[in-house]
């Protein structure tokens, strides 16, 4: 394997008397699509600002593009393509005019730019909006516009920090069909995300964060594997009977949540789990089996749900 | 990478890029910016030279302003309000929207520019933007025959460095300030007003009581103004006097202008 393109090892972020950040190692290889999942506060953003080069460390090390980004933030940024939680575009400028400005930060000449704004234009879908101001444009164009953006400049590395938080659904699957080309075409992504459908889709290896830590790290299907049964057997009660029968059905299962308004039961066959608690004479009032996913492997991890 | 990015090329250059943003931005504005910076002299040259000035020159000639016709003795000073609020404009409103309303000095900072190349940019453009609103008054002075052409011109200058002075002053605490609720409303009312009052303005310093001269002494608006009735009109006073204001600025901004490439590094990398 060649070397990573990003090394991190025991990194740590202290704000006064907070610890955002606590110790954590991780490498992301070239190519590779590497996501940070967590609920909001774990520390990803935190992160995601020191691997951007524009924030301190409090220790540990960090080598992008095998370089300290304390020390070298300019030469490190002008490898990075870097999409912030909130959009930050110059709402006064049109859609093109943006991307233009932005390429001149990075020194890139009038004559390049020109060419690259025609292609970002396209991948971004915002050929007809080129001469909009932004502020005109809906949520979703702006993330897009703001992805553009981080692409200006061919980056090798594209950090992307919750790229689709405050998007309805549509505009969420635009974007992660443009992410997904983006990742087609070999471009090294790194996410932070506190959906885990986003992360299943996107990320080939992610680490799961909750309060500055690194809970586990693996692929989606590998964490699945790893921390949660093949099957999720949702029962809803009635909020007062869920804690009633709980004692009840946890005997019926390998492991059991019991959350404020459901019971999740986790189990390798969940129609035969539903029959058995039937042939037991409860009732649930609402039913529903599903696949393992991401946030089953969070609760497993931290007892708690990623999005309270 | 392939897009051929030269960072000792944005390391020379980086301020001028976002100086060139900025000038972008604000000429978006142009039509307003034009309607201030033609409309505000016309009411100024109308009212003080037809209304006040010939009140003044009425009853006391020109003995109290040394033997130039009032409109001309304020001149200076005009032209000297008019680069600080010019300057102190496009310095406040920008930092503040960059670090916080918009965040758009935190997309700069993701490129290879730096903290103090953003800082050098905003106050770039703001100077660039004094020098234009300076230069319609100073043509509006020539056609209101308020001054002759010759070293007048040099008012232009000297008005632009009086608001470098000020402006680096507020690019400072405006990169400083996290509440800016009442700011602006503060420094228009307890800092502008009255240093456009009190600074030699309409009537000589040492015409006020001593106990008001203070004001102002420490302020940038009355040394640009000594310095610009000395360029434009010959100056009567000691040599050193005009030193003194000369350096006042020249430190002010040396100093200002230094805290506030700190302080942009610092808050962007917080």
Known sequence: MSKPLISVRGLTKVFGDFTAVNGIDFDVAKGESFGLLGPNGAGKSTTMRILAATSTRTSGTVEILDKDPEKFGPLVRAHLGVVPQQDNLDGELTVSENLFIYGRYFGLSKKFIKGKIEELLEFAQLEEKRDVKVEALSGGMKRRLTIARGLVSEPDILLLDEPTTGLDPQARHILWDRLFRLKEQGVTLVLTTHFMDEAEQLCDRLVVMDKGSIMAEGSPSGLIKEYSSKEVLEVRFGSDRNKEVAPQLAQMCERMETLPDRVLMYTEDGEKLLEQIAAAKLHPTTSLVRRSSLEDVFLRLTGRTLIE | ?270
């Open chain 2, 1 to 270: 990478m392939n897009a051929g990015i030269d960072v000792k090329q944005i390391q020379r250059f980086g301020a001028f890029y976002i100086a060139g943003a900025r000038i972008r931005s604000i000429s978006k504005w142009k039509a307003i910016i034009a309607a201030v910076d033609i409309g505000n002299p016309l009411f100024y040259l109308i009212s003080v030279g037809i209304g006040i000035g010939v009140l003044v020159q009425n009853h006391s000639g020109t003995s109290g302003t040394g033997g130039i016709k009032y409109i001309a003795f304020i001149a200076p000073a005009l032209l000297a309000n008019t680069a600080i609020t010019g300057v102190m404009d496009e310095c406040i409103f920008p930092t503040i929207e960059g670090f916080k309303w918009r965040k758009l000095f935190f997309a700069q900072n993701a490129t290879p520019i730096t903290g103090y190349q953003i800082a050098t940019g905003v106050y770039i453009a703001a100077i660039a933007r004094a020098i234009f609103s300076v230069s319609v008054y100073y043509i509006l002075l020539l056609i209101f025959n308020v001054i002759d052409f010759g070293t007048s011109i040099l008012l232009i200058p000297v008005a632009v460095f009086g608001g470098a002075a000020f402006g680096s002053v507020m690019l400072f605490f405006a990169a400083k300030i996290e509440k800016e609720d009442y700011f602006f409303n503060i420094i228009q009312r307890l800092v502008i007003m009255p240093m456009f009052l009190f600074s030699g303005t309409f009537f000589p310093l040492n015409s006020m009581p001593i106990f008001l001269q203070p004001i102002g002494w420490v302020s940038p608006l009355w040394h640009a103004t000594e310095l610009g009735r000395a360029v434009a009109f010959g100056y009567k006073g000691p040599s050193f006097l005009l030193i003194v204001h000369f350096l006042y600025l020249a430190i002010m901004i040396a100093v200002a202008f230094g805290l506030s490439l700190r302080q942009f590094e610092r808050r962007l990398s917080k």
